[in-house]
């Protein structure tokens, strides 16, 4: 099993709509979730970090995180062209010394005018 | 003010050449995360520095990859006998502070023929 779990996608939604972006990670102590966006050809860049159970809401944006359930998913609403790409979850134990992100393979998402 | 830069953004070896990828991290950020990414997939985890000093190299792939950050700012990752498995994007990223967002940089592409 994959530390970390996403749908490949594509997931395509119509221009204004919500998109729901999924994750799933098997180490129970993960505590620090992110999720980063990748333009093709250009680096990760980070969209939201959550560390608590519950909602996070940034613009358009909102992360939710479930740790009893290993789950955090990213709603991206009014969904726009200019957001089709691939959205990486990055997951990090925060345990000792261990500060390494492990990722998904991320979600390619497209965005249809 | 700046991000974090890397040089070269593209590098073209032959099989069996050494090569040296530079990073320059975000100016005050302490800790320095090399990683790599092949097509379609999520950043691998190679090494992380703090300050000085490598807290976790266990992502290097084998003895050919070594990284260094002798003042605690720029890293350089060196592959010795670089092999066309080698070939990927090599994202250096930085981070500060208890949460330790990571910001990366645009990164290398290492092509090996």
């Known amino acids: 099993q994959k530390e970390v779990e996403q749908n490949s996608g594509p997931l395509s939604v119509p221009e204004g709509a919500i998109a729901s972006l999924n994750c799933t990670y098997s180490?129970?102590?993960?505590?620090?979730f992110f999720w980063y966006r990748q333009y093709s050809g250009k680096s990760p860049e980070l969209i939201m970090s959550i560390y608590s159970n519950g909602d996070k809401e940034d613009g358009r944006f909102t992360a939710q995180l479930n740790k009893a359930s290993q789950y955090v998913s990213l709603l991206i609403r009014d969904s726009q062209p200019s957001d089709s790409a691939t959205y990486l979850c990055?997951?990090?134990?925060?345990?000792?010394?261990?500060?390494?992100?492990?990722w998904g393979l991320g979600t390619s998402l497209a965005v249809n005018p | 003010g700046a991000g974090v830069s890397q040089t070269p953004s593209n590098k073209v070896t032959e099989k069996g050449k050494y090569v040296e990828l530079r990073c320059d991290p975000i100016s005050g950020h302490t800790a320095l995360y090399w990683y790599r990414q092949s097509l379609g997939q999520g950043p691998e985890f190679l090494i992380y520095f703090q300050g000085t000093g490598a807290a976790d190299d266990s992502g290097l792939p084998n003895d050919r990859f070594f990284a260094v950050r002798p003042e605690g700012s720029v890293s350089t990752l060196k592959i010795q006998r670089t092999e066309r498995g080698d070939s990927a994007v090599y994202l250096c990223?930085?981070?500060?502070?208890?949460?330790?967002?990571?910001?990366f940089g645009p990164g290398t592409r290492l092509l090996v023929l």
């Open positions: 990223a930085s981070s500060q502070g208890a949460r330790e967002t990571q910001y």
């Open positions: 180490d129970r102590g993960s505590q620090s």
């Open positions: 990055a997951v990090r134990l925060n345990a000792g010394n261990n500060r390494k992100l492990i």
